[in-house]
């Protein structure tokens, strides 16, 4: 097979969801229609949180932010697959890929250690009440969403360039709708074994890490959560975290079988990105919204400001 160096090839084509003529039309509304609620719910959320000085609390910052995070991590990657379903030649051109996996990377390491925080956060609230406001003073919520933008940057920063240095071959093509790391190692011609290594020394600890970190303090709440006599004080507490519970499920099961699982191509690795990086950012705002009570008060309390004269 000839070998062509990385700098000679401009573009890779995306073979996008499906290549038959007459869905691609129904998939480029069903997604618009799924992006445009993303933009629509995290900004809501985003904008209600900023307004409403009653959710001006660190469970509701990280939640914030964690609605930016949703945000950037539909737009990686839900525009291009727009426009390619619009178009005869879906390609994207190699800096173009290399940037996508670059911010993928980048926002879903992010999220990992949100979600990590708000567990921690969560934790503080019911296993420590007393201390709550020392655990999570502002300072130190300033300092966890900075560490966590730092870790999920400094991998995406390792792992791509590392994949700059990649020769490919011939074939260009990625049966995919987005660039993602293990999407182009097949079309590698040059060793990789190096780039695999990275990929999980970066991805496995942050991954390990966070989810564990995730499992212990449920672990602590569901201990202190059984010692609760009354049942109002148990359904409270549990409400508190099943919004964040099905949050963690989602993503963590989606991207963990996407990235672990082997490259085959299949369906399967559609629909788990699908599900981390389209689905899930949708109804993040969904499930915070629709299962607290708090958000849905200041929702109301906006909607009579603004809307009831």
């Known amino acids: 097979m000839a070998v062509r160096n990385h700098s000679t090839i ?35 959320m985003m904008l209600v949180i900023r307004m409403d000085s009653h959710l001006h609390t660190p469970m509701y910052f990280f ?43 980048a926002i879903g390491g992010t999220e990992l250690c949100l979600l990590s925080v708000m567990a921690y956060d969560r934790y503080a609230a019911i296993c420590h009440p007393l201390l709550y406001g020392q655990m999570m003073n502002k300072q130190k919520c300033v300092q966890f969403l900075w560490g966590s933008w730092i870790l999920g940057l400094l991998d995406a920063f390792i792992n791509v360039l590392l994949a700059t240095k990649i020769d490919f071959c011939d074939t260009y093509i990625i049966p995919h709708y987005s660039c993602e790391l293990p999407s182009i190692f097949p079309l590698s011609c040059s060793d990789i074994s190096t780039n695999f290594i990275a990929m999980l020394c970066s991805v496995i600890p942050h991954t390990l890490t966070t989810s564990l970190s995730i499992l212990f303090s449920y672990v602590c709440i569901i201990f202190i959560i059984l010692n609760i006599t009354s049942t109002s004080g148990r359904s409270k507490a549990f409400s508190t975290c ?20 082997p490259t085959s191509d299949s369906s399967l690795e559609l629909i788990f990105s699908v599900q981390y990086s ?30 009831c004269f």
Do not use: W
């Open 242 to 261: 099943s919004s964040h519970v099905t949050t963690v499920i989602f993503f963590y099961g989606s991207g963990f079988l996407r990235y672990f699982m």
């Open 10 to 44: 401009t573009e890779f084509i995306l073979l996008g969801l499906s290549a038959d003529p007459t869905i691609q039309p129904l998939l480029f509304v069903f997604f618009l229609g799924i992006y445009l609620l993303t933009v629509m719910g995290n900004l809501l």
């Open 278 to 307: 389209v689905i899930t950012p949708m109804l993040n705002p969904f499930i915070y919204s629709l299962n607290n009570k708090d958000v849905k008060a200041a929702v109301r309390r906006a909607v009579e400001k603004y809307f």
């Open 63 to 105: 939640l914030s932010h964690l609605s930016f995070v949703d945000l950037c991590f539909s737009s990686v990657t839900v525009p291009k697959m727009l426009e390619n379903l619009q178009s005869q030649k879906k390609t994207i051109s190699v800096r173009g890929c290399l940037t996508q996996i670059f911010f993928v990377i």
